[in-house]
């Protein structure tokens, strides 16, 4: 095994399995073997690594050229519509997308993470993960379409854009709310001929119920006064559904598809997303910062849901960090009630797994696997027993990564990781 590494430390969780005193084999960029140290010292170099080894972390829904408007994300809001307000002034202001985009994506890096949804506004950054050698899906993102406007030049207008990918490239309708009903069909109609995945906002705030079903409320009205009035739902008095069931209705779900957020969502509108295969990106922080409820985290875990973990933007969330929302996902389980025991292990699914089901890349990524792409995360965590250090990881992992793998490079490690070794 020729230019093998073998990466180990005191715990290994590969996600389907844990090994004490583990190591992770890497031949070029792909895991060519996982188990002991004693079993895999002779196949090559050893790397040792304080903590533990885990699958390569993913941020499933972020924006990455928001990273320089971080002030946003480090206020409150008392709703989601006062955020906007203040979003869109601070919007107007900026430029040099491309740069707060890479700074973004280094800050991501040295918070574990290996891969990431990421949601692109500017086409000058359209080409940041792929620039960046990190896994994921740049998805571009489309909003604030007429119906008209789309036929004569919108349309095109994006074709010509995801002309410019270089990497792993997706569409983005906005939100239901934010594209006239055309738009919104034609974008899930235009997704599959391309054989693109999708992701979309859904259900993030409970203004977009009211503007879904009935074409009023305080978001119905914010369109209205930007100019938006002729949008079918604004126009025709809404769609007399949920905004789950409308997404349904309109191509949006599928198994090729995740949402953001999913928080108003009630019993029907998880069995749909369940039925149609939509994985669902919870960002609990971004949520708090913008004065929204809780997601139903319990109740996703309960009725068997996939989910996976966002951060979002710094625009609406105090860090990059992943594992700080894992946390957040945790005590809001606890709070509603979720006792079961597999908690730990189902929430370091979500940001693992789960992520990668999210974008389809889950036979390349999410566990440390023989022939899966060699990305690992090195957590500086390590407690007496497995139990204790997933708990650890899980509870109160913000700010423990210690080093981050891509593809068998080392891409980032603490200071502190490098002087174990």
């Known amino acids: ?15 389907e ?8 084999a890497v031949t070029g960029a792909k895991i060519s073997a996982v188990g002991t140290l004693d079993e895999l010292r002779s196949a090559g170099e050893v790397v040792e690594w304080p903590g533990t080894l885990v699958p390569g972390l993913v941020n499933a829904h972020t924006h990455l050229q928001y990273t320089h408007m971080a002030a946003l994300g480090q206020g409150t809001y008392a709703s989601f519509e006062d955020w906007s307000e203040a979003f869109e002034a601070e919007y107007s202001r900026r430029d040099g997308w491309r740069t707060s985009a890479e700074d973004g994506l280094a800050a991501a890096i040295s918070n574990g993470t290996t891969a990431l949804g990421d949601v692109v506004t500017h086409a000058e950054a359209l080409n940041v993960l792929a620039d960046g050698r990190v896994h994921g899906i740049a998805y571009w993102e489309v909003m604030a379409w007429h119906d008209a406007d789309w036929a004569v030049r919108g349309r095109q207008q994006t074709l010509d854009v995801l ?36 992701h979309v906002h859904l259900a993030e705030s409970a203004a977009e119920h009211e503007y879904v079903f009935q074409g009023a409320g305080a978001l119905a009205e914010q369109w209205r006064d930007w100019g938006y009035g002729e949008f079918a739902l604004l126009r025709g008095g809404g769609a007399a559904v949920r905004a789950v069931t409308y997404a349904g209705t309109r191509g949006v779900l599928g198994g090729h598809t995740h949402i953001a957020h999913g928080i108003y969502v009630d019993a029907e509108d998880r069995a749909l997303l369940r039925s149609t295969g939509t994985v669902v990106a919870l960002c609990p922080r971004s949520n708090a910062v913008l004065g929204l409820d809780a997601a139903p985290v319990a109740a996703y875990l309960r009725e068997g849901n996939t989910i996976a973990v966002g951060t979002d933007s710094l625009s609406s969330s105090p860090s990059l960090d992943v594992l700080a929302d ?8 606890r709070a509603q009630g979720y006792t079961a025991p597999d908690l730990h292990s189902r929430l370091f699914a979500a940001v693992t797994a789960g992520g990668a089901a999210a974008m389809g890349l889950d036979d390349r ?3 440390l696997t023989a022939g899966k792409l060699a990305d690992i995360t090195v957590v500086g965590i390590e407690e007496s027993t497995a139990a204790d250090t997933l708990a650890a990881i899980v509870e ?18 603490r200071e502190s990781a490098l002087m174990s070794r």
Not at 180 to 192: P, S
Request: no cysteine; hydrophobic share 45%; charged share 15%.
């Open 163 to 198: 002309a410019q990918a270089t990497g792993a490239i997706g569409l983005s309708p906005h939100a239901p709310y934010s594209l006239d009903t055309g738009v919104l069909d034609d974008l899930g109609r235009l997704a599959r001929e391309l054989g693109l995945r999708s």
């Open 17 to 24: 399995r844990v090994v004490r005193r583990g190591a992770v």
């Open 365 to 367: 990524l999410g566990s």
């Open 396 to 413: 109160a992992g913000q700010g423990s990564a210690e080093a981050t793998i891509i593809d068998g490079a080392i891409r980032f490690a």
């Open 1 to 15: 095994m020729t230019g093998t590494r073998v990466h180990t430390a005191p715990w290994v969780f590969t996600g």
């Open 326 to 333: 894992v946390s957040a996902l945790y005590r809001i389980a």
